[in-house]
Each structure stands twice: as C-alpha cells, then as structure tokens.
C-alpha cells in the first residue's frame, strides 16, 4: 500500500511539473537586434540579488496565470505580487519590440494583447495601482473557418514563441510600462475559466510625438463576463471581441517576424541612454 501512495504521489508531483512546464514566461525583449533579459521565474525568486533587468519580477515560480475571479487585484495588473522592474530600455516611438516566450502550449488558444501605461517620472518607483494603460495592440481570433479557429497566440507560437508589437510613432517621450498579456481561452466557456499571463516592462520613449492616450487602471481593464473573457471557442464564432479598451487611433497593425539578435543590452536609470554589449 505504501508503494501504490508513492507511486501515486509522483505521478501527481510529474503531472504538477508537466503542467507548469506547458506554461511559458517572456525570456527576453529585442529591440533593433539589442536583447535585454526578463525576469527568469526558474532562478531569479530564489536569488537574494536578483540580476538588474527590464522586467517587472514576480514569485510567479509555478509559471500559473490570473483568474477572472482577481481581476479587481493588483495581480491582474503585472502578474502576482509583481514588483517593478529596477531598470528600463530605451527605445523610439515607431520602433517595434520583439518578445520571446520561452514556450506556450497549442491548446490555449486566445489573444495577444499589449498596452502602455505612463509612469510620469519614473517606471522603477511608480505605483503600479495608479498606472492607466491604453491598448496599442490586441490579436484575437484570426480565421474563425475551423474550430476552435486560428488565434493571436497561434501566431506567436508559428513564429518560434515570439510576439512583434510596435511602439506607435506618435506617442510622446517618456517612460512608460509595457503590459503584454496572452489570454488562454481553453476553459472559459465557464465563468472564471479564462487564464490572463500579463508581464510587464519598463521602457524610455524618445521621440517628438504628442499623442498622450486616457488610460484605464489596470484592476478595471476586464470583467468576468465580457465577451471576450467568457466565451466558448469550440462552437462556430464569426467575431470575437478583444477584452479591454478599444486601440488607440495611432496603434500600427505589424506582420509577425522574429528579430534578429545582435547584441545584448544593458539596463539603464534615470535619462541615460541605453548601451549595447
């Protein structure tokens, strides 16, 4: 009987472990061929001196998601617990990034999505529950002609785990957080039963655009029953709504591509500009 509770035991701690290893995090950015690490989720919890990088950190160590059921939480926003990320990279409106997830799994189809929130004088000390993000991007359901239908995420997952989004060419200079945000909608044909895996980066725009979107706070982004949080992907759908705001009008439409990477970058503070190594 002992044998059968430990065999038992391990095939629940491997089913555990195959289920957080199916789920993926952003590993790193590239900007024009510059990589900047993200917040490793498999090693930086554990560091008392965790690595400087771009990326807001989290204890998010089972690689899980939010509910619909804490989307009035500061979870909802950058991720559990998350904390803001002591650096930033510098980038130029009308510049695209490109974001590399480690992995994400074929079956949890639903959309991409990106907003920019202003921090005003700094990303790194700024309190993530007054930030109010507006969407530049948001990719939902691609072809409807089968079912469950070609989704934002099946496009990362074509494109070697990658997401290409474009900084838009008329939003002011400053600093603002980049909320990117897969939606896994396998489940949500029940309330509460979408999976939201939002991260968050700091960035410095340059540039001499004027666009200075409104925003929303980011606890007031979703309901539980919007349209495009619940919703059952394995009937026939002709439209599917994209949760959140609508885009701004200066948001560009981009043809996925993976980046080229040509250096790695280095973090910066304050109005430095960022360096290559």
Request: proline fraction near 6%; charged fraction near 15%; include cysteine.
């Given at each position: 009987?002992?044998?059968?509770?430990?065999?038992?035991?391990l095939a629940?701690?491997?089913?555990?472990?195959?289920?957080?290893?199916?789920?993926?995090?952003?590993?790193?950015?590239?900007?024009?061929?510059?990589?900047?690490?993200?917040?490793?989720?498999?090693?930086?919890?554990?560091?008392?001196?965790?690595?400087?990088?771009?990326?807001?950190?989290?204890?998010n160590t089972?690689?899980?998601?939010?509910?619909?059921?804490?989307?009035?939480?500061?979870?909802?926003?950058?991720?559990?617990?998350?904390?803001?990320?002591?650096?930033?990279?510098?980038?130029?409106?009308?510049?695209?990034?490109?974001?590399?997830?480690?992995?994400?799994?074929?079956?949890?189809?639903?959309?991409?999505?990106?907003?920019?929130?202003?921090?005003?004088?700094?990303?790194?000390?700024?309190?993530?529950?007054?930030?109010?993000?507006?969407?530049?991007?948001?990719?939902?359901?691609?072809?409807?002609?089968?079912?469950?239908?070609?989704?934002?995420?099946?496009?990362?997952?074509?494109?070697?785990?990658?997401?290409?989004?474009?900084?838009?060419?008329?939003?002011?200079?400053?600093?603002?957080?980049?909320?990117?945000?897969?939606?896994?909608?396998?489940?949500?044909?029940?309330?509460?039963?979408?999976?939201?895996?939002?991260?968050?980066?700091?960035?410095?725009?340059?540039?001499?655009?004027?666009?200075?979107?409104?925003?929303?706070?980011?606890?007031?982004?979703?309901?539980?029953?919007?349209?495009?949080?619940?919703?059952?992907?394995?009937?026939?759908?002709?439209t599917y709504?994209?949760?959140?705001?609508?885009?701004?009008?200066?948001?560009?439409?981009?043809?996925?591509?993976?980046?080229?990477?040509?250096?790695?970058?280095?973090?910066?503070?304050?109005?430095?500009?960022?360096?290559?190594?």
């Open positions: 009987m002992t044998h059968i509770k430990t065999l038992a035991h629940a701690i491997l089913s555990a472990a195959a289920q957080v290893a199916a789920h993926g995090h952003i590993t790193n950015i590239v900007i024009n061929g510059v990589s900047y690490r993200g917040w490793d989720i498999n090693s930086d919890p554990y560091n008392s001196d965790p690595p400087v990088v771009v990326a807001w950190q989290t204890p089972a690689n899980g998601f939010i509910s619909p059921d804490a989307y009035d939480t500061d979870d909802i926003i950058c991720h559990l617990d998350a904390t803001n990320a002591r650096d930033h990279a510098v980038i130029a409106a009308g510049d695209k990034i490109s974001l590399q997830w480690s992995t994400w799994p074929d079956s949890h189809h639903g959309p991409v999505i990106d907003h920019l929130a202003n921090c005003g004088t700094s990303c790194e000390t700024v309190d993530k529950t007054t930030l109010e993000f507006f969407k530049i991007d948001g990719v939902g359901l691609v072809d409807e002609t089968t079912v469950p239908g070609i989704w934002g995420d099946d496009l990362l997952i074509a494109d070697n785990n990658t997401w290409l989004v474009e900084i838009p060419s008329d939003i002011a200079p400053g600093y603002y957080v980049l909320r990117h945000e897969l939606i896994a909608l396998h489940g949500a044909g029940s309330e509460d039963g979408a999976q939201n895996y939002p991260q968050c980066f700091n960035l410095q725009i340059t540039g001499s655009g004027t666009a200075d979107p409104s925003g929303v706070l980011g606890t007031e982004l979703y309901t539980s029953t919007d349209p495009g949080i619940l919703v059952n992907i394995y009937q026939s759908l002709s709504e994209v949760p959140g705001p609508t885009l701004i009008p200066e948001a560009a439409s981009v043809v996925q591509s993976s980046s080229t990477i040509t250096a790695s970058g280095t973090p910066v503070t304050g109005s430095a500009t960022a360096t290559a190594a």
